[in-house]
T-cell receptor, first 112, second 114 residues
Framework: GDSVTQMEGPVTLSEEAFLTINCTYT??????LFWYVQYPGEGLQLLLK?????DKGSNKGFEATYRKETTSFHLEKGSVQVSDSAVYFC???????????FGTGTRLLVSP | DAGVTQSPTHLIKTRGQQVTLRCSPK?????VSWYQQALGQGPQFIFQ???????QRGNFPDRFSGHQFPNYSSELNVNALLLGDSALYLC?????????????FGPGTRLTVL
């Protein structure tokens, strides 16, 4: 079945450092890919998405490119802030269905 | 415009009991999906309701059941609770249809089974 694999956390960075969180997937067909963020005590918020190969999703300085050849969707940000501290989930949705398949999440801790 | 709301916020039950969790979708949304998020894990899809019917189901036993009302709100029922059912239960709402429509998540209900 479909699955998503994320790098384990926590990822600990200093403010203004460069961030990469790796995500790879296994799926039949041509899934859409997403990054969600979960702040403490809150539900999930959609951060960005990409619906086809080579699409780049971006939001709030975060970017991720849909790489079909490597089945990857790595999350990047050039300069993290303390307020970016949260848990980040990579997810996919396969064609024709609304069910989201999530990775296990990566906790990001940013210190001043 | 209220987003997705869930009640209660927290709940403590004992093994063998039954529980009902509630979800009100975002205004204008007609589809509700439920997810279980165990501690330190990603959310796992339980099922989805559309037009008051279960449209899709994940790999969860029949102890997990649900309902959708004419106003699109939804309930998740879990019977014969097990310790392993302790988790954050998330509700997400969206517009119906088979193409992707963004799912908006509620804050969740934290269920603890003792």
């Amino acid at each position: 079945g479909d699955s998503v694999t994320q790098m384990e956390g926590p990822v600990t960075l200093s403010e203004e450092a460069f961030l990469t969180i790796n995500c790879t997937y296994t799926a039949t067909g041509y899934p859409s890919l997403f990054w969600y963020v979960q702040y403490p005590g809150e539900g999930l918020q959609l951060l960005l998405k990409a619906t086809k190969a080579d699409d780049k999703g971006s939001n709030k300085g975060f970017e991720a490119t849909y790489r079909k050849e490597t089945t990857s969707f790595h999350l990047e940000k050039g300069s993290v802030q303390v307020s970016d501290s949260a848990v980040y989930f990579c997810a996919l949705q396969n064609t024709g269905f609304q069910k989201l398949v999530f990775g296990t999440g990566t906790r990001l801790l940013v210190s001043p | 415009d209220a987003g997705v709301t869930q009640s209660p916020t927290h709940l403590i039950k004992t093994r063998g009991q039954q529980v009902t969790l509630r979800c009100s979708p975002k205004s204008g949304h007609d589809t509700v999906s439920w997810y279980q998020q165990a501690l330190g894990q990603g959310p796992q899809f339980i099922f989805q309701y559309y037009e008051e019917e279960e449209r899709q189901r994940g790999n969860f036993p029949d102890r997990f059941s649900g309902h959708q009302f004419p106003n699109y709100s939804s309930e998740l029922n879990v019977n014969a609770l097990l310790l392993g059912d302790s988790a954050l239960y998330l509700c997400a709402s969206s517009l119906g249809g088979d193409n992707y429509n963004e799912q908006f998540f509620g804050p969740g209900t934290r269920l603890t089974v003792l």
